[in-house]
């Protein structure tokens, strides 16, 4: 025990001498020695290191830009397919429209618009039908400007459209949106059967927007007894939130 006791003091006293050396400058030319046995190397290991790291940055410049070409590549590819399907399903229908890109989306707690690129010098007027794809419909335009207008989404809290369920009885009623959150079909007939995954699709009774437009389909029935009508909570076939590309029907 006093063996390790004592050992344990005399290295704690020789480290007390070295930093007061060292404090003191005694040991200036030892450590001079050293340094300039140790820094030709250091050198290299630094010189090294940054190559190292300017080939990793090279690297990874080169990945980003690849990374960026091949998203481009990816987004250029999707719309052409956009442009294709709303092409296509155009040229089937006598309507005449106007393509328009997507440059903002307006959220708040009382609907859900976007805005486009073309407006009232585009032949766009209020009221007007918007839709995507296959003829799915989204919204309609509830503003217009010279060079920009405003479409409501089918899920903003001002929507309202006209609609008939594809079951047997051809069901009528309204397509309303819910705070920009959810679509629900009311005024529903009570004594009209109507089924989970039955499509809906506009029913032409409004103007300015024709007959056989897809909305969605049925995810949930609601009925209560005695009453008049019973209504749908509506599952859209357009991804509301991810539209770039639309199609606005300015005759028909």
Avoid at 8 to 18: H, R, T
Avoid at 116 to 122: E, F, L, Q, Y
Avoid at 169 to 179: A, F, H, M, N, T
Avoid at 241 to 247: A, P, Q, W
Wanted: with cysteine; net charge neutral.
């Amino acid at each position: 025990m006093r063996s390790k006791r004592k050992t344990f003091f005399s290295i704690l006293v020789l480290i007390i001498l070295v930093i007061a050396a060292h404090f003191f400058g005694l040991l200036n030319p030892l450590e001079n020695i050293l340094r300039g046995l140790v820094s030709p190397g250091s050198n290299l290991m630094y010189g090294l290191s940054v190559n190292i790291s300017g080939q990793e940055d090279k690297c990874a410049d080169e990945l980003l830009k690849n990374k960026t070409a091949e998203t481009a590549l990816q987004l250029a590819e999707e719309e052409n397919n956009e442009l294709r399907a709303q092409s296509q399903f155009l040229q089937k229908q006598k309507w005449q429209t106007v393509g328009a890109d997507v440059t903002g989306k307006n959220i708040d707690t009382l609907g859900n618009t976007l805005i486009i690129n073309r407006g009232a010098r585009d032949g766009v007027k209020e009221n007007n039908p918007v839709i995507i794809n296959d003829g799915i419909l989204i919204g309609k335009i509830a503003r217009v400007e010279e060079k920009i207008s405003i479409i409501r989404l089918i899920n903003d809290n001002q929507s309202k459209f006209a609609a008939t369920i594809m079951n047997t009885d051809r069901s009528l009623g309204l397509i309303e949106g819910g705070y920009g959150i959810s679509v629900q079909m009311n005024y529903i007939p009570q004594n009209e059967a109507i089924n989970i995954g039955e499509t809906i699709i506009t029913s032409g009774l409004e103007e300015n927007v024709p007959r056989g437009l897809l909305i969605g389909t049925i995810e949930t029935v609601e009925k209560e007894a005695y009453q008049p009508f019973q209504k749908a909570i509506v599952k859209p076939l357009a991804n509301l939130n991810k539209i770039n590309l639309v199609s606005v029907i300015i005759g028909h």
